[in-house]
């Protein structure tokens, strides 16, 4: 069986940082393309950024400079960075594996259940 655990979110000011982990197990890490993905209540899940498995990363525009995806196959983790966090950011985080086709990303639906990240005053 595939699991993805996240871990990591918290509640923050505007401008404070936080860094999000996913342990994967049940899969062979280093052969899947993996993404975060957020959802915010009573809207779309959107993905974040994704990092392929030979490193290449994306960004969604509304992340750009301001998150950073990495990956550490030795230990079956994919990491999300968030600096310099917007109320915007607000929502629940999700890692999930999949693959790049033709520049788009294809989750493949072992979702876990997310990280609340919350950016307030």
């Known amino acids: 069986q595939v699991r993805l655990v996240e871990s990591g979110g918290g509640s923050v000011q505007p401008g404070g940082s936080l860094r999000l982990s996913c342990v994967a197990s049940?899969?062979?890490?280093?052969?899947?393309?993996m993404g975060w993905y957020r959802q915010a209540p009573g809207k779309q899940r959107e993905l974040v950024a994704s990092?392929?498995?030979?490193?290449?990363?994306n960004y969604a525009d509304s992340v750009k400079g301001r998150f950073t995806v990495s990956r550490d196959n030795a230990k079956n983790t994919v990491y999300l960075q968030m600096n310099n966090l917007k109320p915007e950011d607000t929502a629940v985080y999700y890692c999930s594996r999949g693959y790049y086709s033709h520049t788009n990303y294809y989750p493949l639906g072992n979702w876990g259940q997310g990280t609340q990240v919350t950016v307030s005053s």
């Open positions: 990092i392929t498995r030979v490193g290449i990363t």
């Open positions: 049940g899969m062979i890490f280093s052969a899947n393309d």
